[in-house]
């Protein structure tokens, strides 16, 4: 036998891989076999549902709009572009605890921070602090990268140049005095940005780090001025600016602009009459675009979306069905294993 | 090397140009020129020995490569996409990284050919160094040399049992006879010794006093063709032909060693003008696949045009200028319509994945795959000769998928070409033996024999002597002596030399490796073998007849060899001037033999002119087909005025061992008067010194000899039909395959076959569309005629299933395949069960194969083993070449090499089911997962302006092409399983899943586009509305539709997996562990590597989000339920029988045999009507003798045939 072997040289190897005989799971789709299945499937469906569903159902959302375009709107005359340094008033009143922490976000909406062109105008080693881009950005910046005395541009590019600039102040009227909620502006970027992407020269003063360099041509005041009062939110590490460098993925996008979380409103936003100062500068009427503010509180699964607690309800109700779909199915066609009798 | 002028370089390159065009070339010797430079040589215009067949050298390896690559029309489009990238406009990525993609595929490519030529190179160098022995003047001897020196004009002496460097004119020989003996196995794998003559006679040969000019053809690739001849100083010609020639490659045996002149070196040998490498043709699944390529192509700019036109509506309609708009370095905008147009290719480039680039890489690897499990396949190994199939043509797999029509040769395919003499009749009286693998002589015969011997004059010769003595003279059989395993055709003396020892001696030796692969005795034997090189040297104690061998060309020659032996005419020796005989005498006869005149196809038959020499007389011996013998014979004059009558019986014999199925053939003899020879001889010389239509005039010659026989007799010798055809043939028509059989051989005969191997059942309605023996009108059989007349009228019978088989000889078939008939003959062919082609020319097989290919299309295959197959083999869609006892023509101008017949069941229903399936599957699968993944960058482009934004970052979506979703679908192409083999063998009714237009059709393809669709809006939309008015960013928003997009597809493909195996599961699970942590590590890595993207930390971050997960589990369940319900629908309610044979598959195998049985029986019977015309019914289906089906065409052709 040994000798026989050696003989065939050419003989393939018997072995389950070469001759395609190695054990295999063969899973069948029929209609007996996924029944349970998709109960399982559903009942479970069913159950997230409900929790996501609950939980979106709790959370407080309140919203204006004030980019005044209707004639009653308290911003109203400060939508006309001509209007520099315009502030309005938004009253709202809460009638009952707005439970915190309260997120306060500003929205705007047809506002395509995905286009394609602006989201490649910056420059992430500028952004880094690096001081050779200061004195030479990138040329993605361009247009936004040498201003009209080609004076080299710090931020450059178009993300920092559109940078939101509208402010709010939040007041709450007490006996017709005006006490200020504090809005936190700390922790609202993504932490990675703040301590690793985005980085100051390592200058001090901040300023001399912008010599020779000039402000971008829609911004009122340069990037070290941001936040004057904290060297730790000034410059590109400036929470708001960071907010707005990354871009939104849809056209109607809102962006953190600060959290209730101090003192009194520690618990949430009280019952009782509110006024929004808003310093309105950013204009949107040009394109058509629509200014708003959010307060809302979150929960395990973020903001308010009452979307995928449905869609785990509708998902989930129709496995149920579809298995006793199947059922009939089952009962009415059998398969040759289930009556040994191959076809029917 | 000295300086010369580049003007005398031109021109000596001009000079050799033109020697190596000219048709005729001179050569001289290089002896008297030894020691010259290299230009002073008559010969230096010629190549030397020196082989390279590589295709690329170092250097130059990358500039070549890629222009071979770009051959290729998809590698242009996406380098032109590529460059595109590099347009600033335009531009979509980042323009470097845009190149990867292109890159990663054109040097996985280039790796593949890289490997393969090297290994080219190495087989090249081991060739170009192996020693030979070359005369130098200096030396006054051979010296060693290697086979890269030799040249044009060179003397080589080639030793026994070595390898001839290059195309050697034979000088000289060691055998006294003027021969050299060689085996051209390396060359077309036949091994019988031949023999070469020497070009001048002279024995004491001295390569210094060669001073004559060989003059020869232009080099060519025909291997039975040389044309040349020597001019001596004395102006006086001489010719020789292929019959002098050693070609290179072939092995020198049996002699002590020869002497040649180099005529062809290098690439300009026979051998290595005949070595093409592996042949490519394009399977119809790939004509398919590129007409569906096409289709994307469209997808894709529609795609691109909704992107640029939405682009352009989309700007017109914003009122001002938004901040986010950013205008060109001078500060302005470019006009809508402008931007528009430059968005159409920002999209092309943003959507390109949509043509699959990595899908001919990966169909290139999967059929790697196929091919590996189908040349492993044990089942497909014959362990009588230990070859294993091959698989020549390397990408046609999937087509034995496919298989409507096959056609088949009868001898050698369908029987073993083993032949055994079974009847003879000699002189009108018919003898018959026992059947028996050992030729037991009739014993009244040899009462005959004994009785003619001793009664005999020295005038006048018993026919029975002369139909031995013809038997044992008329042929080409080479006598060696017999060893272990130079043995081919064993000899049938000893009871221990039975059938089966002689299939295990044969081996067949690889023609690619130097044949020294015996083991340890072996060495010996070959010496021992060398050292007893001619019979005529030998002493004769050694000639006893029985350690004789005889090696044939064709195995019926041997059989008659061995029947005039078992009657006590032994041939002991052939030598190109003799033949020996010993008689029942026990006195050896020495025959001087005059000429040979060959068999061709032309002629059907073959002559031996010797001189009796007793009698002194001329004698010709002819033998050959009846039709070809019988209209020869001479006129019945008064001397043997039986002669009609001998003619007539003997012909009543022959079709009497035709319906039998044996082979039959006629001997006759003349003899020629002394002037009528001379003349003859004179006419004979000068043909064959011809060099122009040398082989019409040596044929004209030929039959001119070739008249007024007289016949002696007829033989008939039985070939065996091989194991298994019925079953396979049964199988292979039950799978929904017609088999014809296109055969050389009488009708009879094969008629008689035909029925042997269940072709042609007895029920059967045989339509015989034959010449009648007298003229050429076409004549249907009168009782099969009244039968289909009276079927006609009967109108019961039009839906019933038809059982028609169609005979047609050669005449006839020259009519039918006329142009104006040639519909008609396909129309009625096609309703045929059975279609049996008789006495067709090798050119009338391929004219019916191609015929029926192209009006019919269907995919065809043919299978055959000898020359004479090969013309069909290549007109076929897959081509099958049956390595069996006639050489390796077949083989090598075949796709497939198998050994036996009965391994084309497992080809094809297995292995071509398997390679068609999976095959078919992945391509839908690849056009389905780039759909679906690129989909998501379309949908997105609704929400951001038509800008063209990736929200994926470029990388990962290079990785996922490349890396995280490519392996998968490859595995599934190799190894996936839908049916086990057992049950396909079982059912072979599967295999019509595949024929036809198959499983892959353009509703499939559409089918698995819409799926595609529906997916990624899914994909897309539902994250969407998850995500709507929330600050998620664009890469975050990103990475869950990447994430979710991966596991859709990867769970896509595990839907459509049929057999998980060990293999799958890895795959799969490391695929999905690839992604992550490839994905996760360049997220934790890159912080401003890829801008704009910016994929820093997102993943973990996500990961770190309870809605991430319930995100991705509620979208990849919605995006793949109406697949999953699809299919378990389909399969509940109306299964296919592939389902069915799943569930079959997965009972235990008693039960599951019990089930097929009742399945096979169950759908006999249920099959009256077949759902296509052209496949015939199960045979199972058993319908009564007198139901016949009228089909109008049968009678039309049938009249015009009769009106002819």
Same mark, same amino acid.
């Given at each position: ?198 980085? #100051?020269? +390592?200058?001090?003063?901040? $300023? &001399?780090? =912008? ?8 911004? /009122? ?75 809302? #509180?979150? +929960?395990?699964?973020?903001? $308010? &979306?009452? =979307? ?8 989930? /109700? ?27 | ?1204």
């Amino acid at each position: 036998m040994v000798k026989e072997e050696q003989e065939l040289a050419n003989r393939p190897d018997n072995t389950a891989f070469t001759q395609q005989r190695l054990p295999a799971w063969q899973p069948m789709l029929s209609a007996g076999i996924v029944i349970p299945g998709f109960v399982l499937i559903g009942l479970a469906f069913i159950g997230i549902g409900v929790a996501l569903f609950v939980t979106s159902r709790s959370i407080q959302v309140l919203e204006f709009d004030y980019t005044g375009v209707d004639q009653n709107s308290p911003c109203f005359k400060c939508s006309d572009p001509k209007v520099l340094n315009c502030v309005c008033n938004l009253n709202f009143s809460i009638d009952s605890l707005f439970k915190g922490t309260v997120f306060f976000y500003y929205g705007l909406s047809n506002y395509y921070q995905n286009f394609r062109k602006y989201g490649v105008s910056k420059d992430d080693v500028q952004l880094s602090g690096d001081l050779t881009n200061f004195k030479t950005p990138s040329d993605t910046c361009s247009p936004y990268a040498y201003d009209s005395n080609n004076q080299p541009i710090v931020p450059c590019g178009s993300i920092a140049n559109s940078m939101f600039n509208d402010a709010f102040k939040l007041y709450q009227i007490i006996n017709g005095t005006n006490t200020l909620v504090p809005f936190d502006g700390k922790g609202i970027a993504w932490w990675t940005d703040y301590n690793i992407k985005y980085r #100051n020269p +390592s200058i001090t003063p901040l $300023k &001399n780090a =912008f010599n020779n360099t000039v402000k971008p041509i829609f911004w /009122s005041k340069p990037a070290y001025e941001l936040d004057t009062s904290d060297p730790a939110n000034n410059g590109f590490i400036n929470q708001n600016f960071l907010v707005w460098m990354r871009r939104a993925a849809l056209p109607n996008f809102r962006k953190l602009y600060g959290r209730i979380n101090e003192g009194d409103y520690a618990q949430g936003l009280p019952a009782g009459n509110y006024s929004l100062e808003i310093a309105y500068n950013y204009p949107v009427l040009s394109f058509d675009g629509r200014k708003k503010v959010v307060f809302s #509180n979150v +929960s395990w699964m973020g903001g $308010k &979306n009452e =979307f995928l607690g449905i869609a785990y309800l509708v998902i989930g /109700s129709m496995c149920v069905f579809m298995s006793i779909v199947m059922l009939i199915v089952y009962a009415k066609f059998k398969f040759p294993e289930e009556d040994g009798v191959p076809g029917h | 090397m000295t300086w010369r002028s580049p003007l005398a370089l031109v021109r000596d390159a001009l000079r050799g140009q033109r020697a190596r065009e000219k048709d005729l070339r001179n050569l001289a010797s290089n002896l008297p020129y030894e020691g010259l430079e290299r230009a002073k040589q008559p010969n230096c215009y010629f190549p030397g020995n020196a082989i390279k067949t590589t295709k690329y050298t170092l250097l130059l390896f990358i500039p070549m490569n890629l222009f071979e690559q770009f051959h290729r029309l998809a590698n242009i489009y996406f380098v032109g996409l590529a460059i595109l990238n590099f347009v600033p406009v335009v531009s979509a990525f980042q323009p470097e990284v845009a190149l990867i993609p292109i890159c990663v595929v054109l040097s996985l490519t280039a790796l593949k050919d890289a490997s393969e030529d090297f290994r080219r190179y190495q087989s090249d160098r081991k060739l170009n160094n192996t020693p030979c022995l070359i005369y130098s003047r200096k030396e006054q001897q051979f010296i060693k040399r290697h086979w890269k020196d030799v040249r044009v004009g060179d003397f080589v002496k080639v030793v026994c049992n070595e390898i001839v460097p290059a195309d050697l004119l034979l000088l000289h020989t060691s055998d006294p006879s003027g021969v050299c003996h060689i085996e051209t196995s390396n060359l077309d794998g036949e091994i019988n010794l031949k023999q070469r003559k020497m070009m001048s006679g002279d024995p004491e040969f001295e390569p210094e006093s060669f001073n004559s000019a060989v003059v020869c053809e232009k080099p060519n690739n025909n291997l039975n063709h040389f044309k040349c001849y020597v001019e001596k100083p004395n102006k006086e010609k001489v010719g020789a032909g292929i019959e002098s020639l050693l070609l290179r490659g072939c092995t020198v045996r049996n002699t002590d060693h020869a002497v040649g002149f180099v005529v062809y070196a290098g690439h300009e040998t026979k051998a290595m003008l005949n070595n093409k490498g592996p042949r490519y043709k394009r399977s119809k699944l790939e004509r398919k696949l590129n007409t569906d390529v096409i289709f994307c192509v469209i997808l894709l700019f529609t795609m691109c045009l909704i992107g640029a036109l939405g682009h352009f509506l989309w700007l017109q309609a914003l009122p001002g200028v938004p901040p986010y708009l950013v205008p060109d370095g001078n500060g302005h905008l470019d006009s809508p319509s402008l931007s528009g147009f430059y968005m159409f290719f920002t999209m092309i480039i943003l959507l390109q994945i949509l043509i699959p680039i990595s899908l001919y890489v990966s169909i290139e690897l999967v059929k790697i795959g196929q091919i590996f499990f189908i040349t492993n396949d044990i089942d497909l190994h014959d362990e009588g000769t230990d070859s294993r199939v091959q698989c020549k043509a390397l990408n046609i797999t999937e087509d034995l998928g496919q298989i409507e029509y096959i056609f088949s040769d009868k001898t050698g395919t369908l029987t073993e070409n083993k032949m055994v003499f079974r009847r003879c009749s000699i002189m009108g009286t018919e003898y018959a033996h026992k059947e028996n693998a050992v030729v037991i002589p009739d014993r009244t015969l040899l009462q005959q024999i004994s009785r003619a011997e001793s009664s005999s004059s020295s005038r006048n010769i018993d026919p029975h002597l002369d139909f031995f003595l013809g038997l044992a003279i008329c042929n080409t059989v080479v006598v060696s002596v017999a060893t272990a395993q130079r043995q081919r055709v064993s000899a049938p003396f000893t009871a221990t030399k039975n059938r089966t020892i002689s299939e295990d001696s044969v081996e067949e030796e690889d023609h690619v490796k130097p044949p020294v692969k015996i083991e340890g005795s072996g060495e010996t034997n070959k010496l021992h073998t060398c050292s007893l090189h001619a019979p005529s040297q030998c002493d004769k104690s050694a000639m006893t007849p029985d350690n004789l061998s005889y090696e044939a060309e064709s195995p019926d020659e041997a059989a008659l060899v061995y029947a005039a032996k078992a009657y006590g005419f032994t041939l002991l020796a052939r030598t190109p001037d003799s033949v020996t005989v010993r008689l029942p005498s026990g006195e050896d006869l020495v025959f001087q033999v005059l000429d040979t005149l060959t068999f061709d196809y032309n002629r059907k038959r073959m002559s031996v002119l010797v001189r009796h020499p007793i009698t002194k007389e001329y004698v010709l011996y002819t033998k050959g087909a009846d039709h070809a013998i019988m209209e020869l014979l001479a006129t019945p004059y008064a001397g043997i005025g039986k002669q009609k009558n001998i003619a007539a019986d003997t012909q009543y014999h022959l079709d009497g061992y035709a319906k039998e199925g044996l082979r039959t053939l006629c001997f006759t003899k003349k003899v020629v008067s002394d002037k009528a020879y001379e003349s003859w001889s004179v006419n004979r010389q000068r043909a064959l010194a011809a060099i122009d239509n040398r082989e019409e005039l040596v044929m004209d010659t030929a039959v001119q000899l070739e008249t007024d026989l007289s016949l002696l007799g007829a033989t008939g010798i039985e070939d065996r039909l091989q194991e298994s055809v019925p079953e396979t043939i049964m199988a292979l028509r039950e799978a929904g395959i017609q088999v014809w059989v296109l055969t050389g051989d009488k009708t009879e005969t094969a008629v008689n076959i035909g029925y042997a191997c269940r072709l042609l059942e007895e029920e059967d309605l045989v339509i015989n569309m034959t010449e009648s023996s007298g003229g050429f009108t076409c004549e249907l059989s009168p009782s099969n005629l009244n039968e289909v007349r009276r079927f006609s009228e009967d109108p019961r019978n039009v839906d019933t299933t038809q059982n028609i088989s169609l005979v047609i000889d050669g005449h006839t078939l020259t009519l039918a395949l006329s142009s104006d008939l040639q519909k008609r003959f396909v129309d009625l062919a096609k309703r045929c069960r059975t279609v049996l082609c008789c006495r067709v020319t090798p050119l009338q097989k391929s004219r019916v194969v191609t015929v029926v290919r192209e009006k019919l299309n269907v995919m065809t295959l043919a299978v055959g083993d000898g020359a004479n197959d090969v013309s069909m083999i290549q007109a076929a869609d897959v081509g099958i070449g049956i390595s069996g006892q006639e050489g390796m023509q077949a083989v090598m101008a075949s796709d497939f090499a198998i050994s036996r017949f009965k391994h084309l069941k497992k080809l094809l229903l297995v292995h071509g089911h398997w390679c068609y399936t999976r095959l078919a599957s992945m391509i839908i699968y690849f056009f389905y997962k780039n759909v679906a993944y690129v989909n998501l960058l379309f949908w997105h482009q609704f929400l951001c302006g038509f800008s063209g934004t990736a929200m994926i970052d470029y990388w990962l979506m290079i990785f996922f092409n490349l890396f995280f979703t490519s392996v998968p679908p490859i595995m599934f192409g190799i190894m996936d399983k839908d049916v086990s083999a057992e049950m396909l063998l079982g059912v072979p009714e599967l295999y019509r899943t595949g024929q036809g237009t198959g499983e892959y059709t353009f509703k499939t393809f559409w089918i698995s586009m819409l799926d595609a669709f529906y997916q990624s809006l899914v994909c897309f939309f539902i994250p969407y509305l998850a995500y709507q008015d929330s600050d998620i960013d664009v890469f975050t928003f990103g990475t869950p539709l990447n994430t979710i997009s991966f596991f859709t597809i990867l769970l896509h493909l595990s839907i459509e997996i049929k057999a998980w195996t060990v293999v799958h599961w890895v795959i799969m699970l490391g695929s999905v562990a690839l992604y992550f942590i490839v994905t996760l590590a360049y997220s934790a890595i890159c912080v401003t590597c890829n801008p704009p993207s910016n994929p820093y930390w997102i993943l973990q971050r996500q990961m770190a989000d309870p809605m991430f997960y319930l995100l991705c589990i509620i979208t990849t369940v919605v995006a793949l339920l109406p697949r999953y319900m699809f299919h378990v629908l389909r399969n509940s309610i109306a299964p296919s029988p592939l389902v069915k044979a799943r569930h079959l598959d997965r009972l235990d195998p008693s039960t599951r045999d019990q089930c097929m049985k009742m399945w096979r029986s169950f759908r006999g019977i249920a099959q009256v009507k077949p759902s296509r015309l052209s496949t015939p019914p199960s045979p199972t289906l058993e319908t009564p003798v007198d139901i016949h089906p009228h089909s109008p065409t049968t009678f039309d052709i049938m009249w015009d045939e009769r009106h002819h």
